[in-house]
């Protein structure tokens, strides 16, 4: 019943600026597939472009063989839960939920209704208002309302953005159970990389109007392609290196004057200046030449600055030989004992762990963007 | 400090709030006794005995419910074209962006800026420049009302228009509601209030009209200028029952309204 939705070379043009650049993306029928970005970087133009309440400047946008823009967004097979929710307050919630059915005249609509309320666990609010629902109620009555039209796409446009942080939780799986449960297709915009992480099978990184990278939460987290997406998808270490040769598989780095290796598999380029890559959790402290480091990477020399204890975790800074200081998770499991700050420390990884990215890109880009 | 003294400094508002009430209402029930008054003589302000006369026969003096069914009549004619206009007024200047716009606001509120006596009268110039001096009367009134009560409308349909989320009637149409179901399902229930407000403004605003009124009227003779005419000979007290009549109307509107109001936020708790 579903199909692909398919953009090729959307591009959309505001007044003095663009918006969305020469997008191209494929979304595979069936799957929860994330458009993740900070604000203003075209996710949600490119959302309301497959809704058809922005038409693109050039591009087409197809589902399945169907040619879908330029279509009115009531010819569409596509529904939206809007920011916000965009309930209508003068009707009540069975109405509400009704609205799409109504419209295209289903008949025998009344137990269709009430099944899907009863899907969202409000089966006996129908005779109220949205404005006596809570956040997460209405929130599911919008969910209620586009789904019970049975769409091939689903579209979500931040729809948790404006639930606590407990309820959001609890949304992000009941989410990813009703996908599950009913097959639809749901292209979901967020700016909050956890949430696109946690449900979302597949996920598009946008960054100013173009997709940064394109992959599964685990192959975006383990590889980013560039510093963007390793900075916006959780957090990273860069450190300025150069490539100085090659060892079978591996390459061979120069970091301020130290040798470290990093799987051939793993670079976006092989000479020159990079940027070496490594997450904070994968960074390993060892007091001062405690450990030789079997086969793995190693910085000495490294000082810590500053520790904040978090439970399950500490996190520390160590500041490098050259200055630059690194973030380091360790885990509280209690196997290994805590440093203070002014301890002199190792730092080691494995360097399967870490990545290279061309060092011609702001290693800060996407830093500043994270809530 | 005297009780008496503590018991007015811990109501002060209070009765601050009675006393201001009184201003308001003082003149109504003036007009409400005098409606049951039988006087002694014609030009008699003064209660001089009982009677439920005036309320059985209305109609008595001479073109009064004449007066009174022109000024309804204007008033209902009026306010059904001030409304439509002005609330088609409203929706283009709200949603769409076009040149001068911010002109076309200025020009919208000028209207309600200016005295009266100078649109009546240069109203009144310009029926009288366009050939119209010799046919002045219920045509031209009508015209001079619509042209005041637009800006009131234009400007209240305006404000419940421009609070209302344009992400409600997108979502209509992701809903499949074309353009016409969007504007008779969503956009029009929700704006509805804002154009009711606007007619029973526009229809008091007409009924209630005299400076404009007078100067464009010619022979035709409305309830207020009725009122200003009788006042220099005698004062028929059925005036004063017209008056009320007119008063508890409007309140049956406003208590029915706020009935309504109550018994929905009931149902729905």
């Given at each position: ?336 004992e805590a440093f203070s700050a002014g301890d002199a ?27 | ?54 309320w059985l026969h209305p109609c008595r003096p001479f ?141 008091s605003l007409s009924f209630d009209d005299f400076i ?58």
């Amino acid at each position: 019943m579903t199909s692909d939705l398919v953009l090729t070379g959307i591009s959309k043009q505001f007044a003095g600026h663009r918006a969305v650049d020469n997008l191209d993306l494929t979304v595979p029928a069936g799957t929860f597939f994330a458009l993740l970005g900070p604000s203003g970087c075209g996710k949600t133009t490119t959302l309301r472009m497959i809704a058809g309440l922005e038409e693109p400047t050039t591009g087409s946008i197809r589902l399945g063989d169907d040619e879908i823009s330029g279509l009115r967004p009531y010819k569409r097979p596509v529904n939206t839960v809007f920011q916000n929710y965009a309930l209508f307050p003068h009707l009540d919630i069975f109405e509400n939920v009704a609205f799409g059915l109504k419209r295209r005249k289903v008949k025998d609509y009344q137990p269709k209704v009430e099944e899907m309320l009863g899907l969202v666990e409000l089966k006996d609010y129908g005779k109220r208002r949205p404005a006596q629902l809570s956040g997460g109620q209405q929130q599911r009555v919008a969910l209620a309302r586009a789904l019970i039209n049975r769409p091939q796409v689903l579209l979500l446009d931040e729809p948790l953005g404006a639930l606590d942080l407990k309820l959001r939780r609890q949304m992000q799986l009941e989410l990813k159970r009703i996908q599950t449960e009913v097959g639809i297709t749901f292209v979901h915009v967020t700016h909050d990389q956890e949430e696109a992480m946690t449900m979302a099978d597949t996920i598009a990184v946008m960054n100013r109007g173009l997709i940064e990278q394109l992959g599964s939460p685990a192959e975006l987290y383990d590889l980013p392609a560039t510093t963007f997406v390793a900075n916006f998808l959780g957090q990273s270490n860069l450190i300025r290196a150069k490539i100085i040769g090659q060892s079978g598989e591996d390459l061979v780095v120069d970091v301020h004057g130290r040798k470290v290796i990093v799987p051939l598999a793993r670079c976006r380029v092989t000479e020159g200046e990079v940027w070496l890559g490594i997450r904070p959790e994968k960074v390993f402290l060892a007091p001062a030449d405690s450990e030789d480091g079997d086969g793995s990477n190693q910085l000495r020399g490294a000082v810590v600055t500053d520790v904040s204890y978090v439970g399950v975790s500490t996190q520390y800074l160590a500041r490098l030989p050259w200055g630059q200081e690194l973030t380091v998770f360790e885990q509280n499991t209690g196997a290994r004992e805590a440093f203070s700050a002014g301890d002199a420390v190792d730092l080691h990884w494995r360097p399967a762990h870490s990545f290279l990215l061309d060092a011609a890109q702001d290693a800060l880009a996407g830093v500043e963007d994270v809530d | 400090m005297t009780r008496f003294g503590r018991f007015i400094a811990r109501n002060f508002v209070l009765v601050l709030g009675f006393v201001v009430l009184l201003y308001l209402f003082a003149p109504i029930v003036v007009v409400m006794l005098m409606s049951f008054n039988a006087p002694k003589s014609r030009l008699s302000y003064t209660f001089d005995g009982f009677t439920v006369d005036n309320w059985l026969h209305p109609c008595r003096p001479f073109g009064l419910c004449d007066a009174v069914s022109t000024s309804l009549r204007i008033g209902l004619l009026a306010t059904v074209v001030a409304t439509a206009l002005g609330t088609l007024m409203a929706f283009a200047m709200v949603r769409h962006r076009f040149r001068g716009r911010s002109a076309t606001n200025l020009f919208i509120f000028l209207p309600m800026a200016s005295p009266e006596i100078v649109l009546g009268s240069s109203l009144l110039a310009l029926f009288v420049s366009s050939g119209f001096g010799g046919r002045l009367g219920f045509w031209t009134i009508l015209i001079a009302h619509v042209m005041f009560c637009l800006s009131f409308v234009v400007v209240t349909v305006k404000a419940r228009l421009a609070g209302m989320d344009s992400r409600l009637e997108q979502a209509a149409m992701d809903l499949y509601a074309n353009e016409w179901q969007t504007f008779w399902r969503v956009t029009f229930p929700l704006v509805f209030p804002g154009i009711l407000a606007a007619a029973l403004l526009s229809f008091s605003l007409s009924f209630d009209d005299f400076i404009i009124t007078n100067l464009n009227a010619g022979t035709t003779v409305t309830f207020p200028m009725y009122v200003w005419g009788s006042a220099q000979r005698d004062i028929p007290p059925q005036i004063n029952v017209i008056g009320t009549a007119m008063f508890l109307l409007a309140l049956i509107f406003v208590l029915a309204g706020e009935l309504g109001r109550r018994r929905r936020e009931r149902t729905r708790s």
